[in-house]
């Protein structure tokens, strides 16, 4: 079967990394996969192998969602917004696919409605219709207003066959974050997390007994990576290792390094073998979206995590809330982020040691697949 996943990552590029986890699921399966991303190119993410369509870029205004970018900074007109429409109604007539995935909407990414709702159009003009699925992490941002809820019930029951929570219901069921009535109800299908599998231990143990600090592809992890560069004086026993990613990695790289000094404090770019440096560290310190959470997860490595919160972002507090209660996690607020806060969470999350996973299924892509396959099958 034929599979197009669109996708748009606004700030991170958690979004982007959970549709690639899905597509490469689908691909192995033996479908072929078409996912068409809307944001801006992540070159240090892994595409190989899948058909990759990439619509003309936008990103938000940092945490200002509703204010749109383009590559070059500039804000989104009405041409450049149109121009998204036309390739992604034209990709999905061309491609013509038995299933059709949107990642986040009609949950969220509100502000490119049009488009997703253009492409749902289409989608249901093809011949045959493909099946339609939403596909949503374990927590949302939860709506600012019952008629949010209204709309996007309303998107889902007349365009949608199914939504695809991407969640273990033993550790988190969407009721955390969303309403979920009895229609609503009738569409969901937990699949499990999406999680690549385990890495395994890097061949040359990079990262060995090291505090590694992340925070994701974007720009918002900037007080982090200052507080623990001041940590870093306070534990001098260990090597740091501040991983930067975005497109501007390099020139907060270099300011970064203004400021290290003789802190044991190492800093470069994001790293592809991430995961497997984890097997290794002495402990992680990172925020707390769906992907890092994963990793942490099932590398057990101990962990201090600082929910992101800036523009009222709730989502990765209440999933820090509901991961607190497991050893070797230590939860910081942003507004107690500092230099001597984050050392003392480091101390306590090593001396909790190695934790010993939860028993959570991590099978969420592979299961996609059969929920997708199955609903195809009973159209036919």
């Known amino acids: 079967m034929k599979i197009m996943i669109a996708v748009t ?22 479908h072929a996969v078409l996912l068409v991303s809307g944001g801006m190119p992540a070159p240090q993410l892994n595409n190989d192998g899948l058909d990759l369509l990439g619509l003309p870029p936008l990103r938000s205004d940092g945490t200002v ?7 070059s900074s500039e804000v989104a007109d009405e041409a450049y917004l149109h121009a998204r429409i036309t390739a992604l109604q034209a990709a999905i007539t061309q491609f013509a696919p038995d299933v059709l995935i949107t990642e986040l909407y009609p949950f969220g990414r509100r502000v490119l409605a049009r488009e997703f ?21 374990d ?16 998107m889902v029951t007349g365009f949608y066959d199914g939504v695809l929570v991407h969640s273990d219901p ?17 569409r969901l299908h937990y699949t499990g997390y999406v999680a690549p599998p385990p890495a395994e231990p890097h061949p040359s143990q990079a990262g060995d007994g090291e505090v590694l600090v992340s ?25 740091w290792r501040l991983l930067v990613g975005g497109r501007d990695a390099n020139a907060r790289i270099a300011e970064l390094r203004a ?76 507004d107690d982020l500092s230099p001597d806060a984050l050392a003392k969470a480091i101390e306590r999350a090593i001396a909790a040691g190695p ?26």
């Not at 969602?65 to 590559?71: C, I, K, M, N, Q």
């Not at 709702?117 to 992490?137: F, G, N, Y």
């Not at 990793?295 to 919160?309: E, M, N």
């Open 65 to 71: 969602f509703s204010r749109l970018l383009t590559e």
């Open 170 to 186: 033993h550790s988190t069921k969407l009721e955390t974050s969303w309403p979920v009535s009895e229609a609503l109800a009738q």
């Open 259 to 334: 400021h290290v000094s003789d802190a044991p404090v190492e800093i470069e770019p994001a790293r592809a073998d991430f995961r497997q440096m984890l097997n290794h560290a002495a402990a992680s310190v990172s925020m707390c979206g769906y992907n890092t959470t994963l990793d942490l997860l099932q590398s057990g490595i101990p962990a201090v995590l600082i929910p992101f919160d800036d523009g009222k972002e709730v989502e990765q507090g209440l999933r820090a809330q509901s991961l607190a209660r497991l050893p070797a996690i230590e939860v910081l607020k942003s």
């Open 139 to 154: 927590i949302l941002a939860p709506p600012s207003k019952p008629s949010r809820v209204e709309q996007t019930e309303a």
């Open 9 to 30: 990552h606004l700030l991170g590029t958690g979004h982007l990394s959970r549709a690639l986890t899905l597509g490469r699921a689908f691909r192995n399966a033996g």
């Open 355 to 380: 934790r010993t996973g939860p028993d959570l299924n991590f099978d969420g892509a592979a299961r996609s697949v059969a929920i997708a396959e199955t609903l195809l099958e009973a159209r036919r």
């Open 215 to 239: 925070a994701g592809g974007g720009s918002v992890g900037a007080p982090i990576f200052r507080a623990t560069i001041e940590a870093a004086r306070k534990i001098t026993n260990r090597r």
């Open 117 to 137: 709702q253009a492409l749902l159009q289409a989608a249901h003009e093809l011949t045959p219709r493909p099946v339609i699925l939403s596909s949503i992490r």
